[in-house]
Each structure stands twice: as C-alpha cells, then as structure tokens.
C-alpha cells in the first residue's frame, strides 16, 4: 500500500523558513517523480513543485520561484520542501503528491498545516 | 501557463440523478505524439486529501466505480457521475497534466439534496 507521511507542520513568522518532508513507503520512491501541491484555508489546489525520480530535473510554479527548493533523499525514501523568506499568502496546507500514469500526481499524503502568521 | 476553467462552481443533485463538470483548458492537452488528452479529475471529500479519479482524460483509477466517467479532447473535457450517491459529497477539480506548472480548475463543490 502506497503510503506518504509528511511532516514538519508549524507556525512561523513572515520573512522566517521551515522545511516539510514526506516519507514514502509501499512503492519504489526512486522510480518515480514527487510533487509537492498545497491548498490555502477552504480554497482550492495549487501545484507548487516538481522533482524527477533522479532529482536531473526540477520545476516549480512562480509564486514560489527562488523562494522553495525540493529536494529528495532516494536512500531514506524522503522528499523535501525547503521555503525560506515565508509569506502569509503561503499559508496552507501542503501535500506531498507521487507522479503516476501520465505523470498526474496519483497518490497523496494526509497533508501538514503551514502557517505564516506574525 | 495553462490555464482550467470550470462549471459550474457548484451543484446540488439527489442520489440517483447525473451530474455532469465541465472543464476547458486555455490550450489544447492533446499530445500529437501519441494522441493522449493529459487532463485529470481529482475527488476531495471534507476533511481529507484529494483522491485521483481519472487521468489521460478518460482512464480510470483503479477502484474508481465506474459511475465515473471521464471525457473530451483537446480543450473542452467532463466529468459525468451516473446515478449520484451519498458518498460521492465532495468538491471535484480538474487539473492538467500536459505542462508544467501543473494547474488545476477553480473546483465544484457537489452537494446531495
């Protein structure tokens, strides 16, 4: 069973960085690209980040160019988000997401809590 | 980038009715090298994290009950539910999967009667 747990849920102040991780487990992370998707309190889905199976390629959305970096660990199944110069307009919930057929995220972790907050 | 359209932003049915999404996509998603529509729908029940239903336009997860049903081509794609039921309350976004960065529809929020 496809399993992903992220972690690292907190409330920061603007300007400060956090890092998330998520653990995979039930599948061979190494094989297949990761995202990162979050949704801000009671809006919709916003895409941010992607990383290829072997980390050669990276792609994020603009509202978070230069500010978030992914990164993975294929020796601990682990997948990161670091953001730094944190805004209130980040505030939400981030999802790490497993890239499946067709390269849509197919399966999705329970989600960790961001707040950017002074 | 790519940007989804969505209707209606939401709908109210009774268990047992159709319902139909409609999704349009500011480009075409249709690949010319293999002919494939890279649109996706994504299920969010209240409380917990999407769950994917369709991908390639009209390829159902697996597990996905075939009451849902995906299609279109190009830029104007539904998703139809076939006989609502209860469980099926939920918000339903399309998103494409045809260029980064990935985007998604604003969302329709499905409520039972």
């Known amino acids: 069973e496809v399993q992903l747990v992220e972690s690292g849920e907190g409330l920061v102040q603007p300007g400060s960085s956090m890092k998330l991780s998520c653990v995979a487990s039930?599948?061979?992370?190494?094989?297949?690209?990761m995202n990162w998707i979050r949704q801000a309190p009671k809006k919709g889905l916003e895409w941010i980040a992607l990383?290829?199976?072997?980390?050669?390629?990276?792609y994020y959305a603009d509202s978070v160019k230069g500010r978030f970096t992914i990164s993975r660990d294929n020796s601990k199944n682990t997948l990161y988000l670091e953001m730094n110069s944190l805004r209130s307009e980040d505030t939400a919930m981030y999802y790490c997401?497993?890239?499946?057929?067709?390269?849509?995220?197919?399966?999705w972790g329970q989600g960790v809590m961001v707040t950017v907050s002074s | 980038d790519i940007v989804m359209t969505q209707s209606p932003s939401s709908l109210a049915v009774s268990a047992g009715e159709t319902v139909t999404i409609n999704c349009k996509s500011s480009q075409s998603l249709l690949s010319s090298g293999n002919q494939k529509n890279y649109l996706a729908w994504y299920q969010q029940k209240p409380g917990q994290s999407p769950k994917l239903l369709i991908y390639?336009?009209?390829t159902r997860e697996s597990g996905v009950p075939d009451r849902f049903i995906g299609s279109g081509s190009g830029t104007d794609f539904t998703l139809t539910i076939s006989s609502v039921q209860a469980e099926d309350l939920a918000d339903y976004y399309c998103?494409?999967?045809?260029?980064?960065?990935?985007?998604f529809g604003s969302g329709t929020k499905l409520e039972i009667k």
């Open positions: 997401a497993k890239s499946g057929g067709g390269y849509s995220p197919d399966y």
């Open positions: 998103q494409q999967h045809y260029s980064y960065p990935l985007t």
């Open positions: 039930g599948f061979t992370f190494s094989n297949y690209g």
């Open positions: 990383i290829y199976y072997d980390s050669s390629s990276k």
């Open positions: 390639l336009a009209s």
